[in-house]
Structures are given as C-alpha cells and as structure tokens.
C-alpha cells in the first residue's frame, strides 16, 4: 500500500494575512514510507497567528515520535515562542495531526476546530470533534447546528496550543485499507462549506492535488471568509 498526497493553503477572499500553516509544505507526493501530515490555524493577531502555526507545524514535524507526544512538543514551543516576544503573548493555534502508516494504521493527534475527516466506500466520517465554544453548546443541548452557524462566538475556540504549559490532546488511532481518502482541513473551509458538499467533491476520485485545489476554490466561491488550508491524502 502506498500513500498518495497533497497540501494546499490560501488566503481566502477577506483576510490579508494567511495564519495557517500546513505539513508538508504546499505541493504534492507519494510515498510507501509511513509519513506526517499536519494543519495548524493561528491566533493571536498581528504576526502572532501565523507565528504560532506555523511554530507548532515545524516542531511537530521535527522531533519524531508519536502523534501525542508531537503536539506536546509543539505546544511548548509556541509558548516558549511567546515567552521570548511579549508582543506575541497569548497567540496559540489548532494543530490536527495525522501519522500515517502504509501498513494500515493512521493515528491522530487533535486540539482545536480544524477537522479531519476520512472517506470510505462513498460515505464521508469525521474523525475529530471541535473544541469550540459553539460545538460544547450544541453537545450539552443548549444550542441548535442552525444557531451556532450564526452565532457570534462561532470562531471561538476552548482548547489551543500555546496558550499553556500542557494541553489536553484527543487522540484517535483507526485502521486503514486500500480506496481509503483522509481530509484535514482548518475552518476556513468547514465554515464555508457543508459536510454534503465536501462529501461530493471529495468522492470524485480525481488525484489529491486536483481535489485540494476544488476544496480551497469551493471555499473562496462561497465567500472566503478565512484562510483555507486542506491536507488530501489518498490510500492507494
């Protein structure tokens, strides 16, 4: 089994700075080796988001081991990041980390609202829950999918790296098979558009460059309201 993949982030139509960050850089390849792949979306305004992402992507990238132990690293690295520059105190950032094995094994690390999703036999899954204002809302029953779309804490998050000295991480670990499509996305996509709509251009089946470049387009045509970043990774 090899892995086949792709990376792409954009600034979107509103935003004029891009505080997302992905893993590996912008571009695509294919591998039989197992291999890392991340996306991060900064806070902290200023030059502070695009700090922190892309902090907290170069060290997860960088100091090995397992997904959990690659977050934690990553966040004392924006924190120390922060600690050196008091301009960029209380920057942080989500960090969605996959280490895919082409054994068949994909094992996740997760803090944030940036999403990863997998898409088997036609039918699209979401790995990964929002740690976000509206998303706790909507799990304790006190606000409705419509209601939270619109409310004005939408882009809030409960949990980030950086902000802490330790983070709680959601862990996931699947089996993976041949035909297999794994998604990582930050919100500027999944703000813009529906889990139907990604269903569709996801199971088009076209190369992983091809179907990136259709997501971060769906999200621009739909207003563009934040930086888009997407990681395709296909199992072939």
Known sequence: MKISWAT??????VRDQNEDSVWPSPGSGETAEPIVVAIADGMGGHAGGEIASRTAIDTAAAVGGSPLMRVQAANLAVLDAASRRPRLTGMGTTLTLLLLDP???AEFAHVGDSRAYLLRDGGLT???EDHSYVAEMMAAGRMTPEEAEV????SVVTRAVGLEGSVDIDTTVIDVAVGDRIMLCSDGLTNMVDDPSLALILQ?????AITAGRLVDA?????GADNVSV?????V
């Open 8 to 13: 792409a982030t954009d600034l979107g139509r």
């Open 103 to 105: 054994a068949g094994t």
């Open 126 to 128: 979401r790995i990964t």
């Open 151 to 154: 409310h004005p804490y939408r």
């Open 204 to 208: 088009a089946g076209e190369a992983p």
């Open 219 to 223: 999200a621009n045509a739909a207003g």
């Open 231 to 235: 990681v395709v990774v296909d199992l």
